[in-house]
């Protein structure tokens, strides 16, 4: 199984938006209702940020807001703030004997 | 509030073997489908293994099965993953991570992690 692709890097000044994107396959995005979204800052552990592709789990911002198109899901974060800057992961389910996948990661840089 | 700590971690030659565990508060592994998560240096995150909640299935990725176990001690509350064989490639921090969607892949809490490193 694959890792899932994603954009090595996404910059933009803050209070603009930008949107990371997620590309899969039928096997994994295309075929999974379980696609979510983890927040890294260096040296720390993945924060959940968004389940079953489009869900926030509770105390997450309003601006993190996802979706998914065919075989590929996005992760938009609007309004951008300098502690937005971090590691981002998507991850799905799969329909192989690995069960779940996660992508290669964006790096997002606030300017 | 549910805090998950790792610990095991540390300096290990190829070939050889280590146990990792992850000990829990205000979670019960008994109820829950935990995962293992791992991290190699400066890379991305790698899905390793997961446990359903009453012990009774167990899943492996593709690139450790038949190399790493999961199971857990009910009586401890505490969640190991068992390493064989140790390769180059294992080297990494290693997270214990809750499923909050009963094998959904709703990671929702993680802990720390522990570092293998990998050397002769």
């Known amino acids: 199984q694959s890792a899932l692709t994603q954009p090595a890097s996404v910059s933009a000044s803050p209070g603009q938006s930008i949107t990371i994107s997620c590309a899969g396959s039928?096997?994994?995005?295309?075929?999974?209702?379980?696609v979510s979204w983890y927040q890294q800052h260096p040296g720390k552990a993945p924060k959940l940020m968004i389940y079953?592709?489009?869900n926030r789990p509770s105390g997450v911002s309003y601006r993190f807001s996802a979706s998914k198109s065919g075989n590929t899901a996005s992760l938009t974060i609007s309004g951008l703030l300098a502690e937005d800057e971090a590691d981002y992961y998507c991850?799905?389910?799969?329909?192989?004997?690995?069960?779940?996948?996660f992508g290669t990661g964006t790096k997002v840089t606030v300017l | 509030q549910v805090q998950l700590v790792e610990s095991g971690g540390g300096v290990v030659q190829p070939g050889r073997s280590l146990r990792l565990s992850c000990g829990a508060s205000?979670?019960?592994?008994?109820?829950?489908?935990m995962h293992w998560v791992r991290q190699a240096p400066g890379k991305g995150l790698e899905w390793v293994a997961a446990?359903?909640?009453?012990?009774?299935?167990?899943y492996y990725a593709d690139s450790v099965k038949g190399r790493f176990s999961i199971s857990r001690d009910k009586s401890k509350n505490t969640l190991y993953l068992e390493i064989n064989y140790l390769r180059a490639e294992d080297m990494a921090m290693y997270y214990c991570?809750?499923?909050?969607?009963?094998?959904?892949?709703?990671?929702?809490?993680w802990g720390q992690g522990t570092l293998v490193t990998v050397s002769s």
């Open positions: 039928s096997s994994d995005v295309g075929g999974s209702d379980y």
């Open positions: 079953d592709v489009s």
């Open positions: 991570v809750r499923d909050g969607g009963m094998l959904r892949g709703l990671f929702d809490y």
């Open positions: 991850s799905s389910s799969t329909s192989g004997t690995t069960l779940f996948v």
């Open positions: 205000g979670l019960t592994f008994s109820t829950n489908v």
């Open positions: 446990l359903w909640y009453d012990g009774s299935r167990h």
